[in-house]
């Protein structure tokens, strides 16, 4: 693994701050869709979980590096780019997931929409029957 210079310390102490903001975010799943996605719900908040917490330790460690050349010298490389590691596998777990839920629910809504106009060509048969005279055999 090669040395880190400043220049890379900065570089991902700005990729750490953006991965922290992301992981931040205030997100919220109703309890109808974690009783109805209860697997995807549980790999999400841990995913999360586990990315943020990463971060913070990654970043933090590349904050002391950037200004502590004495601390820097004692922290190994793999302290900083473990949890980095972690922290980015998260993120596209994280991307991964809510790609799947989000065409998941595309898919279930266009289903429905299919269902409905269906169901409203029925009934309109069912009216025009009723109102049309039949002619007799």
């Known amino acids: 693994m090669r040395e880190l210079d400043a220049n890379d310390l900065g570089l991902l102490l700005s990729v750490y701050a953006v991965l922290l903001l992301a992981f931040a975010a205030n997100f919220h799943l109703s309890a109808g869709a974690v009783r109805q996605h209860r697997r995807a719900a549980i790999l999400f908040t841990a995913a999360n979980f586990v990315g943020e917490v990463s971060t913070v330790v990654a970043l933090l ?6 200004w502590s050349p004495r ?3 004692r922290i190994d490389n793999l302290l900083v780019f473990i949890p ?3 922290a980015i596998t998260c993120a596209v777990v994280l991307t991964f997931v809510s790609v799947w839920a989000r065409s998941r629910r595309i898919v279930e809504e266009l289903e429905e929409d299919r269902r409905h106009q269906t169901q409203q060509k029925h009934q309109h048969r069912k009216e025009l029957a009723q109102h049309t005279p039949h002619e007799a055999h």
Not at 61 to 66: D, E, F, K, P, S
């Open 61 to 66: 460690l590349t904050w002391v590096a950037l």
């Open 71 to 73: 601390a820097w010298e």
């Open 84 to 86: 980095g590691s972690m």
